[in-house]
């Protein structure tokens, strides 16, 4: 049986003894795995990661990398890649040597160096770069050398905090995929903290979604996506119409939930929900059909067309439904028009696409 490559054990983390940042963490990540760390500002997925790496010491608690302790080894003695946000680059140093500094430290130089050195820029398509300085480079190009540099030494570990957030979206899309090649080519390890929940979607295995200081779910993007384990993980991981009613059945993995006197909805139960208590429904703006042909959806609601918003590859309708005058409906763009504000349409889904979760 293979063992994972980083165990966290009960672990928790305070700076001022009285608040956690991370609550009891336990988590396994594989060889070879590809982990997001996700949630908002301060809910603990970076300091797991400094914790992880060796620059914040957890309060209590184990970290396991290979089956063994590294509480007391300190940062450099750990095999970890590293890339920051930031780049933390050498401004000094040609590219070249930004990227042969880990093997320096390791005692590697010369040609053994320059060797590794070539291949890894040849890895990140900057072959023609080492001889420039961090300052000629574009901040791709820049945050490129921040990998190459962290893959050099062939680490067990690459750690990637924020590596993205500083570029444009189309750069960053083309780093995301020259990333998840490294990843595929290497057979890395892979540990990536991001608050960007489409960047997590598009580049994980698995996901670990954070909130204060806890992980909320820990699931593999179409699960993350489709079954969420509850009302922040829906609300955090894309767009989703919120439904607020009160649990009036519950048939096995099915419930109705009475959202006012004449509206009765049946739904999914996700959450462990009871009857007579109050839910949260979760219903995703693409999943919404508008005028739906007759039989084809579960339940069909009067709405109103507030307003339309062209995107290119699909419109977004935001509409007055269901108690909400921010009911979302996304429809793709196949060229034909669309109702204007102000009409009064009907809108309908299947009870399977609808989502009963907690209260929030």
Request: glycine content about 8%.
């Amino acid at each position: 049986m293979n063992h994972p490559m980083v165990q966290f054990r009960s672990v928790q983390k305070t700076y001022d003894g009285e608040s956690l940042v991370v609550k009891d963490l336990n988590l396994d990540i594989a060889r070879g795995e590809f982990l997001t760390l996700l949630g908002p500002s301060g809910s603990g997925k970076t300091t797991s990661l400094m914790m992880l790496a060796g620059f914040e010491t957890a309060t209590s608690g184990d970290i396991l990398l290979d089956g063994r302790p590294i509480t007391h080894i300190p940062p450099e003695k750990r095999d970890i890649g590293m890339v920051f946000q930031n780049y933390a680059l050498f401004p000094h140093m040609t590219v070249a040597e930004n990227v042969a500094f880990p093997l320096s430290v390791r005692g590697i130089r010369g040609a053994a160096s320059s060797e590794k050195v070539a291949r890894v820029l040849g890895m990140v398509g900057l072959n023609d770069y080492g001889s420039r300085r961090p300052a000629q480079l574009s901040g791709g190009q820049q945050q490129r050398v921040a990998v190459a540099r962290a893959l050099v030494f062939e680490p067990k570990l690459v750690l990637m905090d924020e590596p993205l957030s500083a570029l444009d979206k189309q750069l960053r899309e083309q780093l995301q995929y020259e990333i998840k090649r490294l990843h595929h080519e290497l057979g890395l390890t892979i540990v990536y903290v991001t608050h960007d929940q489409s960047e997590a979607l598009a580049m994980s295995d698995r996901i670990a979604v954070f909130y204060q200081g806890r992980v909320q779910q820990l699931a593999d993007p179409v699960t993350l996506y489709e079954r969420p384990a509850n009302s922040f993980v829906a609300q955090f991981i894309g767009e989703n119409n919120a439904i607020h009613g009160r649990v009036e059945s519950i048939d096995g993995h099915r419930c109705r939930v009475r959202v006012d006197e004449s509206l009765t909805v049946p739904a999914r139960l996700v959450a462990p929900l009871a009857v007579s208590q109050p839910a949260r429904l979760s219903i995703r703006p693409e999943r919404v059909v508008v005028t739906p042909p007759d039989g084809s959806v579960d339940v069909s609601v009067p709405a109103q067309v507030l307003d339309v918003t062209y995107l290119g590859r699909y419109v977004r309708m935001r509409l007055s439904a269901c108690g909400s005058e921010e009911f979302i409906v996304t429809l793709p763009n196949d060229g034909r028009e669309f109702s204007p504000s102000c009409t009064a349409v009907q809108i309908g889904w299947r009870a399977d696409d609808c989502l009963a979760l907690d209260v929030l």
